[in-house]
């Protein structure tokens, strides 16, 4: 069964990539962050995760850079402190647009890497995904990002392809935070 990665980062999605290119799985990982500012910031996080797929030899799809849109859906939260209403409609933002994505394309399954850091709160994301899902009627597929040894081989790729591996989540209201 083929499937759509959402992958906001190299450095949160490399392992998965490794473990998921290993086991021969079919998937195409999709940059869809128009949350990221600057745009500079947004290039390099898009050009470093295109370099980890090249090397596992995965398709690397990037979407539209729509940071107004983004913005006009997070309007009136943005004082919404780290984990909070904020994050929970940029998580569905992308997902929603990832699986509409998918959708066309007669790709039935998504899956993302956006709850794999230690910062985010997995549950909020997966709530988003479903709620993303249950309105497209493309599928969420839950991955391992973090247990089993995929933390330790995250820092163990990150150090080996000497990833860039940014300091602050994305968006401009992440800026103060060690968020990643
Ligand atoms: S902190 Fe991260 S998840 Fe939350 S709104 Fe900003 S970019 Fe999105």
């Not at 069964?1 to 079919?26: H, R």
Request: charged share 30%; with cysteine.
């Amino acid at each position: 069964m083929k499937f759509l990665l959402l992958s906001c980062c190299a450095p949160c999605s490399c392992a998965v990539i490794k473990t998921l290119a290993e086991k021969a799985e079919d998937f195409e990982v999709v940059f869809y962050n128009p949350n990221v500012v600057p745009l500079s910031e947004y290039k390099k996080r898009c050009n470093e995760n295109r370099r980890i797929c090249e090397v596992y030899d995965i398709p690397f799809i990037e979407l539209e850079y729509d940071h107004e849109k983004w913005n006009k859906q997070i309007a009136g939260l943005e004082q919404e402190p780290e984990r909070g209403r904020r994050c929970e409609v940029c998580f569905y933002m992308r997902l929603k647009n990832v699986m509409e994505y998918a959708k066309m394309r007669g790709i039935t399954h998504v899956a993302s890497v956006l709850g794999v850091s230690r910062y985010k709160d997995l549950a909020q994301v997966n709530r988003a995904a479903y709620k993303a899902a249950d309105e497209t009627g493309v599928k969420y597929l839950e991955i391992e990002g973090r247990k089993g040894g995929m933390q330790e081989l995250r820092c163990h790729l990150i150090k080996d392809f000497d990833l860039y591996n940014q300091r602050y989540c994305g968006c401009q209201f992440s800026m103060s935070e060690k968020t990643q």
